[in-house]
């Protein structure tokens, strides 16, 4: 059974340009999250979606951060304009249903460094 | 405000002994606790979990321990093999906020041959 994808596996960019970021999870998986990972700490929850809807974005920084999972497959994370905070490994995880002992399973994430 | 800590970022033990992580959490809601283990350059991979109303899971050489009085949890890994080495995150979920989990900030664990 294929994982979950993503894409780019690495990127450096310079503060207050844009960038973004691909997610294919596994397939059938009907629950997809966007994790922000800074060195040194653990995952922190940034979107979850429900096929297509938006379960919870109450941590995404909404000024600079979107997301979108058009269909409810694929999903895409954009940073406009991103700042030296963001540098950070940015997981995507995917889970069958959205009920507490669903098991997640992460990509291998994007791990991007702003300067 | 951290709602769940691993206070110790790295521990190192002999292989073939007992090696013991320790996380505590603050949200009286967490129902659902998880540990997950994390190579370089890999995402988290799912390890062993536990339901609030044990206080004790086994898989194979892996035991999760709670502790709900104490809000504390433990992972046991005995015995310790060097392919062991990596990070390792525990995680807590609220039943009534679905399956979002609140993360540690993780434990490197090094088994030493």
């Known amino acids: 059974e294929a994982g979950v994808a993503q894409s780019p596996r690495y990127k450096i960019i310079e503060k207050r340009q844009s960038v973004a970021f691909w997610c294919n999870p596994i397939?059938?998986?009907?629950?997809l999250y966007w994790y922000q990972q800074i060195l040194g700490q653990g995952p922190k929850l940034l979107i979850q979606?429900?096929?297509?809807?938006?379960?919870?974005d109450s941590q995404l920084p909404k000024d600079r951060f979107s997301a979108e999972r058009l269909k409810g497959v694929d999903s895409t994370l954009k940073i406009q304009p991103a700042k030296l905070e963001d540098s950070a490994v940015y997981l995507c995880?995917?889970?069958?249903?959205?009920?507490?002992?669903?098991?997640?399973?992460f990509g291998s994430g994007t791990q991007l460094s702003v300067l | 405000d951290q709602q769940v800590k691993q206070n110790s970022p790295s521990l190192s033990v002999q292989e073939g002994r007992i090696s013991i992580l320790n996380c505590d959490y603050t949200n009286s809601m967490f129902d659902y606790f998880l540990w997950y283990k994390k190579y370089p350059a890999e995402g988290p991979t799912f390890l062993i979990s536990?339901?609030?109303?044990?206080d004790k899971n086994e898989d194979g050489r892996f035991t999760v321990f709670l502790n709900k009085s104490a809000k504390h949890l433990s992972l046991h890994i005995v015995p310790s093999q060097p392919g062991d080495s990596a990070v390792y995150f525990c995680?807590?979920?609220?039943?009534?906020?679905?399956?979002?989990?609140?993360f540690g900030g993780g434990t490197r664990l090094m088994v030493k041959p």
């Open positions: 995680a807590a979920s609220d039943g009534n906020a679905g399956n979002m989990l609140t």
């Open positions: 995880a995917s889970s069958l249903g959205s009920s507490t002992n669903e098991k997640l399973f």
């Open positions: 397939s059938g998986h009907a629950t």
């Open positions: 536990i339901s609030s109303i044990k």
């Open positions: 979606f429900q096929n297509n809807g938006v379960v919870d």
